[in-house]
């Protein structure tokens, strides 16, 4: 049997390769397999399950709503879960810190969020050219990917992205040149090359792209070029939002306000698919059903992410617990590195090790998956190992897994010099 | 509150506009207010609710999976869901009809399906060029907002929709001129000017565009058309499939066999965001993760999909029962427009009234709601009703709820009559 | 040495394939090879040398500008040699028709005339998609090919030929459709899939296309449609124009008056590169040098053109006579394919025949070099031969080549019928 | 009559609007007004007249081609005067060089020989990308002008400007950054977000862009990181060619080959219209007549650059008395900057001062013309005075010409510091 459903999935399921077992069910910070092995997920559905699997106060809500046949789909109608949302993360998210942002839902995916996203600020500007970064990723659909960098994911549809300008991120050239002074030349420069911007979108760390983190400075300078040259600042915050850096936006430890934020991910808490696009409220300038899309209510998800502000972002502990378990692992993985060849990447709960080299870090992965712990790769060429527990994990499991990753790369490593060969 | 919560949310809201209350919950055929308001449902969440709001069967698998903590999201992991939606699917849609496809599980709205299909059909061919018709409706990302035709839809962003050659849809120009026969003309022609296609992307029956219905002959020479010029044949079933017509697939009664199929709506079966693409195993060239997407293992749909394909596909009794209710529908119609001026339109669970006047219809649509009756328009103009009741209704809700419409248009086309002042 | 030269120039020559030999000079209707052979020249550098080859009158003034060292080359300069061919032009050829145009001088090549006027055309209107015709033709680089039909042309180029929306010339689906009807239909349609048009683009007569003549009905109708949806409409008369109909500008006849008019090919008159954009004033939206070039000011161009405006286009002496010549040859076409399975084609001294067939029109033409006449094919599969003599020519001279000519015709296809097993 | 011509030319006239005075005729280094004013030309018509106006071995060549009624306009017929130019060419200018390329003749302009090149750049790659460069002018057409970076002559086309990665130019960020680096980084990079490039084109010194000059390394570097990356290097010749540097080539003293070599301007040595593409005989995949256009047999040109190359090009002479000018300009600019804010740019007889004020390098081109010297500007902010004479300047000439505009910057700067508040 499971040789026919393999081969009727299409070739273009990935991780079930790197994770080759059936999957039946999931708590917290693991899943289980059907023969009932248990994996320490430090992937969380790519950031998707921030609260964990199955968290019981979200999962209590979402029956509580399927027992009174709540709307599941719809659409743009306005519901009571809808309004419950709304409410709930205008109280518990905006209000406290003084922001002030329409809502827009579109499909239920980071792609139609970012895709949203761009769209109003092309006609908001009247202006087609949007900025996007070296290691970005936005999604795949045809708009959110002309911003992607990735050339695998780029592949044929190359020659119809287009519409973008590819700047450099934050340290791509390293740390003695400002890659935001170089865009700021460019767009000053009448004959830079670059048109005027509708936009300048980008992430706050770079998930895919290797776990890079902005700087404070670096992001300051990026968001007042925006203001200059009358392009939309847009935050991706489908990765590192939601609580992953230690507060609810991953831009809030850098005084910028953005004029248009995309969220996803764990947007519903749950893994539910949900996406959300805040806008500043002078640029909502779409007329009603404009971008428009079948699921854009999803509320199952309104229930579930309005359970997880309720319950998670009605006062500090939470943040205060989450800032806490990314210096424990910050602590673990500088100390690690520390006298290795490695670097650790990454802030928050959205951490990693650069081991430099994609073979390596290939093994550590199937090793891991062999000692029944779920980590992922990222960077331009899959050299980074990403931690990305839930935020919701045990300290306990928290620096047990990681220390159990640090063992296997030492392990991979060693034998990698045993056996160069086999390189 | 309300008016608060109307402002927070942005102003690309629109059903809500038309339908104003706030609902809380659904069952069946019924959606209900907070209030306690019961409205019978013609637009069935825009055909994403076939099997009726919370469908007790579906429900009961859902339930019964959030129970044992299943999967909620798996990436594209394997999963227990994962596997018997694809089992069922196999067994009960796939092998009766004999069809052979891969399944592609794209982000999970329609729009993401078609990226995923024309995508796919630009890699295999090589070329660019995507046929795509007048009154087409496929979604608002990018690349399927340029397969779109309607120009409220594209607005500012029709500088960057390339890529499409808008072709004629069948009776575009009136019974006596097949418009299958001015593409291949076109395509035939070397100074044609319409660049070799990648794929011809198609609805059966366009749902946003007026309930317009391709005839057998038209789309068996399309398909033809296709095959000649190397091109692939895209079948769009996200509105008209599931069940719609009286058949799993729309293009059942058609001999044709879509080289690409996209699916969406009621693909989870209970209002739950999924989609579907389904390939020829020739064509999945796809390279692991080159088109992915963090929602596109969404397990609770493949629970309930599995569940309702179980549950109605496993016999012929359903899409007898679906017939019989289209032609109720169909007599119902055709015997009101005899002697109006208006015209049916559609087929199968998807049809309606071309009242040729969208003021009428808009009235009509307010009137309907006043009366409990959601009714959506459709057409160009959107001057066309749409009756798109759950498959599932009772015949008597059928009945019913038709004839109320029907006295509905009568009663405010008397009076536009009495009143042409007020138009 | 010979073989040395064909090897040293690319591949991408092409005349000089059919007509091998090496030319050296040239009178009138008369091409002359080294070796003293003269070609009756019934191609007439596709259009540019409707006054001949080395016509006396335009000869003696352009030496007279040499001999007094003339500017050469002005950029926009203004000069003597500019100011007589505007004075002349809008004197002879403006003020007579009654018609108001600003002049702008691009690259003088037909490519240059039609980029500068789609890019004003966008400019004035603020919409990207430009409306071209099937078998349209308008030059090679990137802006012109995009409206340009051949495929042979836009070859490897077509993903990044954008911004056009291909409808169908007069005459396209036989004589019972009227294809401006399709045209405005989709135009109408907020979901025809055709964007808001900046511009519509054509020739009267496709010269390339195969010799399609505009009809005056439809024609007007193309306009009347232009007008209601706001776009420009240009009339590309790069070969149809300058006298070539029987009147200077090849729309006279039809009662339409263009906004935008792009000229090239016989406006030196003497085979020099010019091109020339005639504007309504009202359209003259540029800034200056915003579309520029280095040899927008051909100054050899202006004094050859200026000789020709006052020499032949003072009075009407010249088209009546290009009239009687154009009746002639119909007369002499129409005769010929009366008993014949063949078509006369195109309009005054554009005309032809098509023979239906590629091969024998192919072997007409080297049959015809063979016989030293010139003459080239035109058509989407090269069927129609294509007489386009210099308007100068003879009536003995243009009878004679006919006649050869018809009868080569005859004997090709006579061969053709007795040896079928050759095609 | 004046008022009347200024009207009916377009309002994108722009050098007449500086130089507003009526030339009639010019010789070697002069133009010549209708009133018989003489002004020194330091324009040579953007370097298209690099042999003088007149140039009197040239028309010479020229009259007696008239005087036998050699072929005008060829198409790509063979032609004894294209034959000989070829010859020519071949012998004196690409075999002493040990150059390989065959020759493609598109439409007569700067801009239609790019977008030959870059249009068979892509063809032989199958890729779409070009990779361009800040300040890097090309030319207005479509394709052409997606590689220019000027933000005024892109205007209102960026949205259709696609299928380019700008990148920036040698020096761009100043001494300490080798730009050459970035590019390779970014393409090294498989998240680089810059998709394989077809080709990399650059000018060597770019002329309008404000006469930087590439240094060896760097244009070393970027010749290598095309070789790596499978994307041809297309040198643009257009303005810094034929001579202006002091070898045929510009790229002659780089130890660099190209790939593709595009000519226009001074190519027909005379003015008149005339491009050339060179491409390696490898690369030579076009079909016969693929990139087409009338005027690409423009044989008045031709048998000027024959003589041109005859009498200039025989032997060392030329080269040594440019190189001699250039050292000669450069002592000159060098020492007035040396104690002055301005700085010297540029190499060959293409140099100029930056005098880092738009205001006063405006004034000074005015001011000039009044002293009947005409001077350009350059330099995305018009702040760069280009020196740009015909290369067979009198040595006295370029002499008291140069020193006459010092002595106007003096003044002009002079004036300025007495009054700023004129500014």
């Known amino acids: 049997m499971d040789q026919v459903l393999n081969c009727a999935e299409s070739e273009v399921r990935s ?4 994770y080759p077992a059936t999957f039946s069910a999931a708590r917290g910070s693991h899943l289980v397999t059907e023969e009932g092995g248990q994996y320490l997920d430090f992937l969380s559905g790519c950031g998707s399950l921030n609260y964990g699997h199955n968290n019981p106060i979200l999962k209590s809500a979402l029956l509580k709503y399927l027992a009174a046949d709540g709307i ?10 809808k309004n419950a949302f ?12 003084s922001l002030s942002y329409r809502m827009q839902f579109p499909g239920p995916t980071g792609a139609n969020a970012v895709e949203a996203a761009i769209k109003l600020a092309r006609k908001v500007t009247g202006r087609t050219n949007v900025i996007a970064f070296t290691n970005g990723f936005h999604g795949c659909s045809l708009g959110a990917l002309a911003l992607t960098a990735n050339s695998y994911n780029r592949g044929s549809s190359a020659p119809l992205l287009t519409g973008v300008h590819r700047a450099l991120y934050d340290g791509y050239l390293g740390p003695d040149i400002d890659t935001a002074d170089i865009l700021r030349r460019q767009l000053d420069d009448p004959s830079g090359g670059v048109d005027k911007p509708a936009a300048i ?10 776990l890079n983190v902005a700087s404070r400075g670096w992001l300051q300078k990026i968001a007042a070029i925006a203001t200059e040259h009358g392009a939309l600042l847009i935050v991706d915050e489908i990765q590192a939002g939601c609580g992953r850096l230690g507060r609810f936006f991953s831009f809030e430890d850098y005084d910028v306000v953005p004029d248009i934020v995309t969220m996803a991910k764990s947007a519903s808490g749950f893994g539910l698919p949900m996406s959300l696009v805040l806008l500043k409220p002078h640029l909502d300038v779409w007329q009603p059903g404009e971008h428009n899309g079948t699921f854009r209510g999803n509320n199952h998800a309104f229930v579930t992410a309005a359970a997880a502000i309720e319950h998670y972002w009605g006062e500090d502990a939470f943040e205060s617990e989450v800032r806490r378990k990314s210096r424990l692992l910050l602590d673990l993985l500088t100390d690690y590195c520390d006298n ?8 928050g ?10 073979v390596l870090a290939a093994r550590v ?6 000692q029944r712990l779920i980590v992922e790769l990222c960077g331009p060429f899959d050299e980074v190992i990403k931690l990305m527990p839930p935020l919701t994990i045990l300290e306990s499991e928290l620096i047990a897994g990681t220390k159990q990753l640090l063992s296997i790369i030492d392990d991979v490593a060693d034998a990698a010099i045993c056996s160069p060969q086999s390189r």
């Open 15 to 18: 991780y079930c390769r790197s």
């Open 72 to 81: 599941t789909l719809g659409l743009d109608l306005k519901t009571t879960a």
């Open 365 to 370: 992965k199937v090793e891991a998956y062999q």
């Open 86 to 97: 709304m409410e709930a993360f205008a109280k518990r998210v905006l209000v406290p810190r």
């Open 201 to 210: 979108i980008l992430e706050i760390v770079q998930g895919e792209g290797g």
């Open 340 to 347: 290795r060849p490695f670097q650790p990447k990454g802030t």
């Open 349 to 358: 709960l959205m951490q990693g090790i650069d081991v430099k080299d994609p």
